[in-house]
């Protein structure tokens, strides 16, 4: 049971344009939504995140937005850079302080110059 | 100065073995976590210690048993080793603020 989905393995984008990475839940309790970016050999970094009383996070380049009524989140980075080139996976949990996190299968980013 | 590491980061090994890895972090966080990355690429939580109590456990086999020493270490043991066991193990840290510290992986093959 997949509570959290990203339905799309990979996205490639050209450099410079936008990348819309997208992510959907199921459990209703959630209320606090990640994104994580994850380098080959390297451990998941956490990104950026977003709280339910949120739509709208914006860390530089990178801005999540939630559809709480859709269930949907999306991890917009504005301009795509080669370096974003990378698996983002999206979490969910239930608080801040919620010992449980539930991942994505991730998307992986491609980034062209 | 790493954060969270963990070691090996690969292990390959003969099936039947018992083997461990060993996590360490150095941010002071009460909360610690092992998750799987399996084959299709999902991070799933398998178990997580706050201040040295076992607080999530989730169905995994009483094959894998973690320890922990102290706040700082999680340490995973895992017996009897079968092939559905090779995987990408993540040790992960969570202080107060949002968002995990992962460790850089171990790369379980089980031969």
């Known amino acids: 049971d997949q509570q959290v989905k990203q339905n799309s393995p990979s996205l490639s984008v050209q450099e410079g344009r936008i990348s819309i990475l997208n992510c959907d839940y199921t459990?209703?309790?959630?209320?606090?939504f990640l994104w994580y970016k994850k380098y080959p050999a390297e451990g998941p970094t956490f990104l950026i995140s977003?709280?339910?009383?949120?739509d709208k996070n914006e860390d530089g380049r990178f801005t999540v937005f939630l559809n709480k009524s859709a269930k949907h989140l999306s991890l917009h980075i504005v301009p795509s850079q080669p370096g974003d080139s990378a698996v983002y996976f999206c979490?969910?949990?239930?608080?801040?302080?919620?010992?449980?996190?539930?991942f994505g299968a991730g998307t992986r980013l491609f980034v062209k110059a | 100065d790493t954060a969270v590491s963990q070691t090996p980061k690969y292990l390959v090994t003969q099936m039947g073995n018992d083997k461990s890895i060993k996590c360490e972090q150095n941010?002071?966080?009460?909360?610690m976590y092992w998750y799987k990355q399996d084959s299709k690429k999902f991070l799933k939580i398998m178990f997580s210690?706050?201040?040295?109590?076992?607080?999530i456990n989730e169905t995994v086999p009483n094959r894998f048993s973690p320890k922990s020493p102290d706040k700082a270490h999680l340490n995973l043991h895992i017996n009897s080793l079968e092939l559905g066991d090779s995987a990408v193990y993540f040790c992960?840290?969570?202080?107060?603020?949002?968002?995990?510290?992962f460790g850089s992986g171990t790369r379980l093959t089980v031969v």
């Open positions: 992960a840290s969570k202080g107060n603020r949002n968002g995990y510290t």
């Open positions: 459990n209703s309790m959630f209320d606090y």
């Open positions: 977003i709280s339910s009383i949120k």
């Open positions: 979490a969910a949990s239930e608080g801040t302080g919620g010992f449980k996190t539930i």
């Open positions: 941010l002071g966080h009460d909360t």
């Open positions: 210690y706050n201040n040295k109590e076992l607080i």
